[in-house]
């Protein structure tokens, strides 16, 4: 199994959620909000408080498991549909991973992804 976490712009979300509908055997994703600064850094800012000394640009993180063989279909549909041809789009990142558990059932192994 592969655990895949890709941070990509927010607008480009949609576009990446639908090319990952069209593959098949893909069970679904998480999706969360989050915010930082990349190679290009993050501006310093003129706030007062401690916890706005930086501006930081806003993200979306994706993350999947699945199993090997789709490891390369999920990150090529992330990287055509989160690709914009400008700096700052984003990265993937591949895992592998050990285990699963169900919680529900107490399943374990591969298929439980």
């Known amino acids: 199994m592969k655990e895949i976490k890709a941070y990509i712009k927010p607008h480009k979300l949609s576009e990446v959620t639908l090319a990952l509908h069209q593959v098949e055997g893909l069970n679904g994703m998480s999706v969360s909000d989050g915010r930082g600064f990349g190679r290009g850094k993050a501006k310093n800012s003129s706030h007062s408080s401690k916890e706005d000394l930086v501006d930081y ?3 979306v993180r994706i993350e999947i498991v699945c199993p090997d063989e789709l490891a390369e279909t999920v990150v090529s549909a992330i990287q055509k549909n989160a690709h914009t041809g ?8 591949i895992s592998s991973l050990e285990a699963a558990v169900r919680i529900s059932t107490g399943e374990h192994g591969h298929d439980v992804y």
């Open 57 to 59: 640009l806003p993200h």
């Open 86 to 93: 400008l700096r700052g789009d984003g990265k993937i990142y």
